[in-house]
C-alpha cells in the first residue's frame, strides 16, 4: 500500500498526459480535416480538464480502480466528431484516427530521448531486468530515482497504447486507419460495416484476447531500439 501510495500519482500523471495527448491529436486532425465539432468542444488542448469533463468515468474512476486491483492504469476518453464529415470524407477520417496513436509514438520516442539523455549524465543507466515500470534504472535515489520511474511508465505505456489503438478492429483506432489503404468508396463501405455496435463488441473481446501476443513483440522491439545490442529476447 505505501508503495500505491508513491507510484499512484505519478502513473495517473502519465496516464492523464497520454490520454489527453491521444485525444488532442485526435481533434487537431479533425480540425485539419475540415471537422470542427471536438473544436468547438474545446478538446483541441492539452489542458486535460475537457477530456476528463467528457468522460470521467473513463479518466478518473477506471484507471484508479484498475490500478488499485492490477498495478497499471487502463482508461480511455473520446474526441466527438461529425459521422456525416466521416461519411463525406472517410479517408480524411483515417487520418483522424491514425493522429492519436501517433501522438502516442511521438510520446514514445520523447520518452527514450530523456533515457539517453539520462544515461550521458549518469542519472540512468540500463538495468538487468527490465518490466514495464522499470525500463531505465536509476543512479541514486531521490529525484533520478523519480525521473527514471517516470521515463519508464511513459515509454511503456504510450507503447502500449500506441499498439493497442492501431489493432484493426472496431471500435479502435486502427480499424478506421485501414481506411487509408482502400479507395474512397470502399474505405465508406468499410466504415458503415464497422459502426455496427455488435462488430464493436466482438473487436473489443478480440483485441483483449490478441493484444498479448501482438504487444509482447512490439515491446521487445521497442527495447532493442532503446539499447542497441542488448538482445533482448
Not at 87 to 96: E, G, L, T
Not at 101 to 116: D, E, Q, S, T
Not at 181 to 210: C, D, P, T, Y
Request: hydrophobic content about 55%.
Amino acid at each position: 500500500m505505501p508503495e500505491n501510495l508513491v507510484m499512484g500519482p505519478m502513473w495517473y500523471v502519465v496516464f492523464l498526459l497520454s490520454l489527453t495527448c491521444h485525444e488532442a491529436a485526435h481533434a487537431l486532425a479533425a480540425k485539419w480535416g475540415g471537422d470542427l465539432t471536438a473544436f468547438h468542444a474545446g478538446q483541441v488542448t492539452l489542458n486535460p480538464l475537457p477530456h476528463i469533463q467528457r468522460e470521467p468515468f473513463g479518466t478518473i474512476v477506471v484507471p484508479i480502480l484498475s490500478f488499485l486491483l492490477s498495478g497499471w492504469m487502463i482508461g480511455w476518453a473520446s474526441a466527438p466528431y461529425d459521422p456525416s464529415w466521416q461519411q463525406r470524407y472517410p479517408r480524411r477520417a483515417a487520418w483522424m484516427a491514425l493522429a492519436g496513436p501517433v501522438a502516442n509514438f511521438i510520446l514514445v520516442v520523447l520518452a527514450a530521448l530523456a533515457i539517453w539523455i539520462g544515461i550521458g549524465a549518469d542519472f540512468f543507466h540500463r538495468p538487468e531486468a527490465i518490466n514495464f515500470t522499470k525500463v531505465v534504472a536509476p543512479n541514486a535515489q531521490g529525484l533520478p530515482h523519480a525521473l527514471a520511474t517516470f521515463f519508464s511508465i511513459l515509454f511503456s505505456l504510450n507503447l502500449l497504447l500506441a499498439t493497442f489503438n492501431l489493432l484493426p478492429v472496431p471500435p479502435l483506432d486502427g480499424n478506421t486507419v485501414v481506411g487509408l489503404f482502400l479507395s474512397e468508396k470502399a474505405a465508406l463501405k468499410f466504415a458503415e460495416l464497422s459502426h455496427n455496435q455488435a462488430f464493436s463488441l466482438i473487436g473489443l473481446l478480440a483485441a483483449w484476447k490478441i493484444f498479448d501476443v501482438v504487444f509482447r513483440p512490439v515491446f521487445l522491439v521497442a527495447l532493442n531500439l532503446l539499447y542497441p545490442g542488448a538482445n533482448y529476447q
